[in-house]
């Protein structure tokens, strides 16, 4: 447990926050110098341009994406890779433009995904307003860069003006460079800028309510990528909507914005899945499935590839997609009333995009929803991520539609599920086993979608299917291989990798029939190969067993097909029947784990691991009971040492500790997933402990404070060095912001005794990072006992939520207002502060009459 904790420690990971800002500052001076130049460019001019951007501006942008992702930063990790996907954008469209040497196309094709990362750059700017003081501006020169170099598209004054903000966005990076570098080294930051935000989340009123039920959020190492995967809609339905409108005909310069899609989406998923969410984890996969097939095919389309035009009305290979989404849609409900929404647009946009649609009116029927989906992503996706940096409902959201027992019974009762064991459900909270479903569930997609574009390839241009069987086929396959990997399941990522080769020597054969006679040798091998998983397949959900058998003919017609032995419609029925098998399983496995319960009969695996008693699950860390002196000495001793132990409260549960130890306050931030800007409370055991310190409070302060104290209320009062007077030492850079503290008092005996032995705690919330409050021991166990050493067993909390959080730092001009309100209500506090006030008032006057009668 230990050696996990230094794994994934943040300091280790430094400050990747400067990285991303120095492949920022290099993109942007080539580009100011780009556009301080006059066109036309020369080929090779453009291609090394192109190539820079990508590499740097790109690519090394994107990995600061990913380690900030490893240091819980919900903003600064989404804006990397959103703007490192449009630097490999404008990379791939220099090299396209050398290529083709057609600027007005490149130019046209290029605009509607340029407005698209403007509206995604608005969102970051408003969310960066609640981070800190220098990330706005520098989102907002971006921003202004981006419209003028849209507008350099048509004018050349443009491109001039977008050159002074690059060279805005160089000075103030370099800045944010230095204060990150410095803050890296020294822990702490020297410059101003990056400690505090202009607006402080805390103080936005929670406008969503409580969170539904299934969006209980998980702590994990990692960031929250939803925010990232609901904005990866915003490129690719703009740029769609504006071809589909008419802005522009070639689709072949547009096809670089889709990087966005496909960075911004499948990384969303990837985080999700490491998060052991298994809603996000498939949502995205279906929304980058949906975008980048219909891209390529447009692509395709702009190929002048002979009949294929002619050929879409025949295509049904999108119906299964349309069913995934329909069960998306549904599963959705019982998340959040906004997202419920969104999909349900998304679902009626994908549908009005079926090619089955007259050209005339397709044009308007998929580019009209695109256009609205392009707008609701913005919201849904500023939503997540500024929930996620604000750790509560700060947007509405909503509760979910559709309760999920509801939903549960509504479907048990069709399949007659919903009298069986309930052990049966229990499966469904283990991450294990949520990390195996997210890769069945991917793996069962991927072929359901391109068994459908196969089989309808007999009754219409078997191109047409190429985009499906690409993405679908082999991306989702060898993508759900990589995450099965992670899963410790060799079995299934084996898998994936044998149905993506199956699924590439189709794509292959179709695109060139020429190439069956080379594909021979391969389609064999991949028949043996796939016996093996069919062989398997009795170990996996029972599912998988008839799933494997039809398969299997799937891959016999492969070998028949490439022999050119190939029996009429023989395509048509085995692809057809494999189709319908894995929507079964895909949508069942979809519902089933979201519902976390088995709703639609899978099957148990027919072949079982037997598991000894040495393998039965043993608790993740040391439990003390708190009825016990000689235990909570022991905790004590704990925290002498450095340990991060679960205590109750007079509240709800709490994760604590020592200051003596400024390492255990930084694994604190760890075993909850908490921002490295939200701040962390001082907990003593009672007001006389802070007295000895003398800080330098007014009288008014300190009246307010032990009509307070102890209880559940909690004051943030100014800082200063009175605080290493209380034996905080280092750790007093680790608690509060830079200027406030905020100090906890609790009415506890264990934890005042657990205080009065082992010194001033930081004290935390035990729960993930913007989860619901623990309210008993087991909640603290079941979410963070395998990150904890230690968890104080008190049983049921005294509340049900955490204490009110009163800021006092103005409190000497008669103001105080609230972070939180918690346990104590509003008015109790008010009244408290309202006596402080008089008591101090009538003090002076007492003084006075006392000298009058002398």
């Not at 389309?301 to 025949?314: G, H, L």
């Not at 069962?444 to 069987?469: H, K, Q």
């Not at 796939?530 to 799933?547: A, E, H, K, N, Q």
């Not at 103005?810 to 939180?820: A, L, P, Q």
Request: proline fraction near 5%; aromatic fraction near 10%; include cysteine.
């Amino acid at each position: 447990m230990e050696g996990e904790a230094e794994d994934f420690a943040a300091i280790l990971y430094a400050e990747p926050g400067a990285l991303g800002l120095i492949s920022n500052i290099v993109a942007a001076l080539m580009i100011a110098t780009e556009n301080c130049l006059d066109p036309p460019f020369s080929s090779a001019a453009l291609v090394l341009s192109g190539v820079h951007l990508i590499v740097v501006g790109g690519i090394l942008q994107i990995v600061a994406g990913l380690l900030s992702y490893r240091r819980w930063d919900h903003l600064t990790a989404t804006a990397f890779i959103v703007f490192g996907s449009l630097w490999t954008s404008m990379g791939i469209s220099r090299i396209l433009a050398a290529q083709t040497g057609d600027a007005e196309a490149i130019r046209l094709g290029t605009l509607p995904g340029l407005i698209g990362f403007m509206a995604v750059a608005v969102i970051l700017c408003v969310c960066a307003v609640t981070v800190n003081f220098l990330l706005p501006p520098v989102l907002v020169a971006i921003l202004l860069t981006l419209i003028f170099e849209g507008v350099g598209a048509f004018f050349d004054w443009g491109r001039r003006v977008a050159a002074a903000f690059e060279l805005f966005i160089v000075i103030t990076g370099v800045y944010a460079v230095v204060v990150m570098m410095l803050k890296g080294v020294s822990q702490r930051y020297i410059l101003p800028g990056f400690g505090n935000a202009p607006y402080d989340p805390l103080l936005m009123r929670s406008a969503g309510g409580p969170a539904p039920k299934n969006e209980k959020k998980k702590v994990t190492k990692y960031s929250e990528p939803m925010g990232m995967g609901f904005l990866g809609n915003v490129v690719p339905a703009a740029v769609l909507a504006f071809h589909h409108l008419g802005f522009f005909t070639d689709f072949r310069p547009a096809i670089a914005m889709f990087v966005f899609t496909a960075l911004c989406q499948i990384l969303a998923s990837f985080y999700s899945f490491l998060r052991h969410d298994f809603f996000h984890a498939l949502t995205f996969v279906i929304y980058a499935t949906f975008w980048n097939t219909r891209a390529i095919l447009q692509f395709l389309i702009s190929m002048n590839i002979p009949d294929i035009f002619d050929a879409r009305v025949n295509f049904y290979g999108q119906w299964t997609l349309i069913a995934l989404i329909i069960v998306m849609t549904l599963v959705s409900a019982s998340h959040n009333r906004v997202v419920f929404i969104y999909n349900l647009a998304f679902l009626v946009m994908s549908i009005l995009s079926m090619d089955h649609i007259p050209v005339a009116a397709h044009n308007f029927t998929f580019g009209i929803p695109a256009a609205i989906v392009a707008i609701l992503s913005l919201y849904v996706g500023m939503s997540a991520l500024e929930n996620s940096i604000a750790e509560k409902a700060v947007m509405y959201i909503g509760a979910e539609v559709i309760n999920s027992d509801k939903l549960k019974a509504a479907i048990g009762s069709i399949f007659c599920t919903l009298k069986e064991k309930d052990s049966a459900t229990n499966e469904y909270e283990d991450d294990d086993v949520i990390d195996l479903k997210i890769v069945d569930t991917i793996l069962f997609t991927g072929s359901t979608v391109s068994l459908m574009a196969l089989s309808a390839s007999e009754a219409s241009n078997p191109v047409y299917s190429v985009p499906w069987i690409m993405v679908a086929g082999i991306f989702l396959h060898l993508y759900a291989a990589r995450l099965a990997y992670a899963a410790g399941s060799l079995a299934k990522a084996y898998t994936g990798v044998v149905l993506a080769i199956i699924w590439l020597i189709w794509a292959a054969f179709f695109f060139n029939p020429n190439l069956g006679f080379a594909l021979r040798p391969l389609s064999v091998g991949m028949l043996c190969l796939f016996t093996v998983v069919m062989v398997m397949s009795p170990s996996f959900t029972r599912v998988w067993i008839p799933y494997t058998l039809l398969m299997e003919l799937v891959v016999i017609t492969q070998v028949v097909t490439v022999f050119n032995t190939n029996p009429r419609w023989m395509i048509l029925v085995t692809a057809l029947l494999a189709a319908v098998m894995s929507l079964y399983a895909a949508s069942a496995e979809f519902i089933n784990t979201f519902l976390q319960y088995q709703v639609i009969p899978v099957g148990e695996p027919l072949i079982k691991e037997k598991v000894s008693a040495a393998d039965k699950a043993e608790p993740p860390c040391l439990l003390f009971t708190s009825r016990r002196s000689s235990a909570l000495r022991k905790v004590a001793k704990m925290l002498d040492e450095g340990c991060v132990v679960g205590v109750p409260t007079d509240t709800v549960y709490a994760v604590a500790g020592s200051c003596k130890h400024p390492e255990s306050i930084k694994k604190i931030y760890m075993v909850k997933g908490r921002p490295a800007e939200k701040p962390i409370c001082l907990c003593l055991s009672n007001l006389d402990q802070l007295a000895a310190v003398n800080p330098p409070f007014s009288d008014l302060l300190w009246n307010f404070m032990r009509r307070c104290y102890p209880g559940g209320i909690s004051c943030v009062v100014p800082k200063g060095e009175w605080l290493r007077n209380l034996g905080l030492g280092d750790s007093v850079n680790y608690v509060g912001t830079e200027k406030s503290i905020c100090i906890r008092v609790p009415d506890s005996s264990v934890l005042a005794y657990l205080v009065s032995l082992s010194g001033p705690v930081a004290l935390s919330s035990a729960n993930p990072s913007g989860g619901d409050d623990s309210t008993h021991h087991d909640m603290v166990i079941n979410s963070l006992g395998d990150k904890l050493d230690a968890v104080v067993c008190d049983g049921t909390s005294n509340e049900l939520v955490a204490s009110t959080v009163v800021n006092c730092l103005k409190i000497d001009e008669g103001v105080i207002t609230y972070f939180r309100i918690g346990c104590t209500p509003q008015e109790v506090v008010d009244g408290h502060f309202e006596a402080a006030k008089a008591e101090i008032a009538a003090k002076p006057s007492k003084l006075n009459m006392e000298e009058k009668l002398a």
